[in-house]
């Protein structure tokens, strides 16, 4: 019923910028929050960011100067820029949100596909 699509991961040196975007598709009543997770190799997925819907937001300690969530309302569409990369941000980064669909009255977490993001020189 619902999909979420990343994309805009890749490879990129250290220092350098990356934006990574995650659409929500499907029977959309409404989204109560919509954020981003990573996992890399041999680790737990853990939180980067996340943003409410009553436009608060929530960061990873690591990344709170580096990276800004946003979203896009009318395109049910979450934003993650990356900015000032290290080689330590490379994961597989996953969209997350939780979403009331048109035929449920309880919200549900969905989860995208990930994305991979490889910092290196």
């Known amino acids: 019923q619902v999909q979420l699509v990343e994309s805009g991961g890749g490879l990129v040196q250290p220092g350098g910028s990356l934006r990574l975007s995650c659409a929500a598709s499907g029977s959309i009543f409404s989204i109560y929050a919509m954020g981003w997770y990573r996992q890399a190799p041999g680790k737990q997925r853990e939180l980067v960011a996340v943003?409410?819907?009553?436009?608060?937001?929530n960061y990873a300690d690591d990344v709170k100067s580096r990276f800004t969530i946003s979203r896009d309302s009318a395109k049910n569409t979450a934003y993650l820029q990356m900015n000032s990369l290290k080689p330590e941000d490379t994961a597989v980064y996953y969209c997350n949100a939780v979403i009331r669909t048109t035929t449920e009255l309880t919200p549900r977490v969905y989860w995208g596909q990930g994305t991979q993001v490889t910092v290196s020189s």
């Open positions: 943003s409410t819907s009553g436009a608060s937001t």
